[in-house]
């Protein structure tokens, strides 16, 4: 299982990120993707999930309305879609597969909101 996020960076609050994740090694298209962010000294704190199809997702409180998640099962990849990015949304962010009972996580991919 390979899980390769891409997209973080430096943003101003109010702004907007897109995350990536290319995803290997394991049938894609038969498993739920999330997505996850911590910060250091916090637990892992989970995003968003997307079904199988793309049909169905859940979102953390604090992101909803703003993140949305989306997946291309042609391409393995799954996407974080940020918007009105504020400074409380700085974390690392992974994406993440539950598997066989088991978490695989990237490597992930910083975003830090700041002025």
């Known amino acids: 299982v390979q899980l390769v996020e891409s997209g973080g960076g430096l943003v101003q609050p109010g702004g907007s990120l897109r995350l990536s994740c290319a995803a290997s090694?394991?049938?894609?298209?038969?498993?739920?993707m999330g997505w996850y962010r911590q910060v250091p000294g916090k637990e892992r704190e989970l995003v968003a999930t997307?079904?199988?199809?793309?049909?169905?997702?859940n979102y953390a409180d604090s992101v909803k309305g703003r993140f949305f998640i989306s997946r291309d099962n042609a391409k393995n990849m799954v996407y974080l879609e940020m918007n009105s990015l504020n400074p409380e949304d700085t974390a690392a962010y992974y994406c993440?597969?539950?598997?066989?009972?088991?978490?695989?996580w990237g490597q992930g991919t910083q975003v830090t909101v700041s002025s």
């Open positions: 997307i079904s199988t199809t793309g049909e169905n997702t």
């Open positions: 090694g394991f049938s894609f298209i038969t498993n739920v």
């Open positions: 993440n597969l539950y598997m066989f009972g088991r978490d695989y």
